[in-house]
T-cell receptor, first 113, second 115 residues
Framework: LAKTTQPISMDSYEGQEVNITCSHNNIATNDYITWYQQFPSQGPRFIIQGYKTKVTNEVASLFIPADRKSSTLSLPRVSLSDTAVYYCLVGGPYASGNTPLVFGKGTRLSVIA | EAQVTQNPRYLITVTGKKLTVTCSQNMNHEYMSWYRQDPGLGLRQIYYSMNVEVTDKGDVPEGYKVSRKEKRNFPLILESPSPNQTSLYFC??????????????FGEGSRLTVL
């Protein structure tokens, strides 16, 4: 299984862009990179997923360099409601029999007014 | 509404008293999984199931059992709970069998306390 390493915590002011980087040096060829958000006492919620280059949706962007050994989740103009724990996961397709996504300890983002 | 439902949401029990936490999803997902979450340790996978009658151990399976007799249900069984199983438990489901999206749908969690 590809192990991921993220910062334990980050602080940001409201309105700033936040970039959370995740290292996954042992990522396998068929692994995807997925990010989740978790609020206290709630289950994690899917944010974004990518395989290579850049992916953007309505809430975030995901940047993946060519070697895929790291990835960066970018949250534009954060607000207080973005205060949460963010998890980076790598994993392969379920159908191939690969062990599905494994969560790490996550990055605790605190947004300050 | 698409959802994953866990019951009970809160439970206080005593050491050795068997209990079951139920999990049900209405999205016809093949894949289901159980996680426990403890302070400072993130989410750790207990068991997962790729489809009916197919289950596999995750990272921390000791002291737990699961079954997958129907696609929609994936109960977590603690045959003889111990205090170190006091935790917040999450059930999750996702599409499988060649449809990999990486998106898991989580239940609201079950907070279990074993005295």
């Amino acid at each position: 299984l590809a192990k991921t390493t993220q910062p334990i915590s980050m602080d940001s002011y409201e309105g700033q862009e936040v970039n959370i980087t995740c290292s996954h040096n042992n990522i396998a060829t068929n692994d995807y990179i997925t990010w989740y958000q978790q609020f206290p006492s709630q289950g994690p919620r899917f944010i974004i997923q990518g395989y290579k280059t850049k992916v953007t949706n309505e809430v975030a962007s995901l940047f993946i360099p060519a070697d895929r050994k790291s990835s960066t989740l970018s949250l534009p103009r954060v607000s207080l409601s973005d205060t949460a724990v963010y998890y980076c996961l790598v994993g392969g397709p379920y159908a191939s029999g690969n062990t599905p996504l494994v969560f790490g300890k996550g990055t605790r983002l605190s947004v300050i007014a | 509404e698409a959802q994953v439902t866990q019951n009970p949401r809160y439970l206080i029990t005593v050491t050795g008293k068997k209990l079951t936490v139920t999990c049900s999803q209405n999205m016809n997902h093949e894949y289901m999984s159980w996680y426990r979450q403890d302070p400072g340790l993130g989410l750790r996978q207990i068991y997962y199931s790729m489809n009916v009658e197919v289950t596999d151990k995750g990272d921390v399976p000791e002291g737990y059992k699961v079954s997958r007799k129907e696609k929609r249900n994936f109960p977590l069984i603690l045959e003889s709970p111990s205090p170190n199983q006091t935790s917040l438990y999450f059930c999750a489901s996702g599409p499988g069998q060649g449809v990999f999206t990486g998106e898991l749908f989580f239940g609201e969690g079950s907070r279990l306390t074993v005295l």
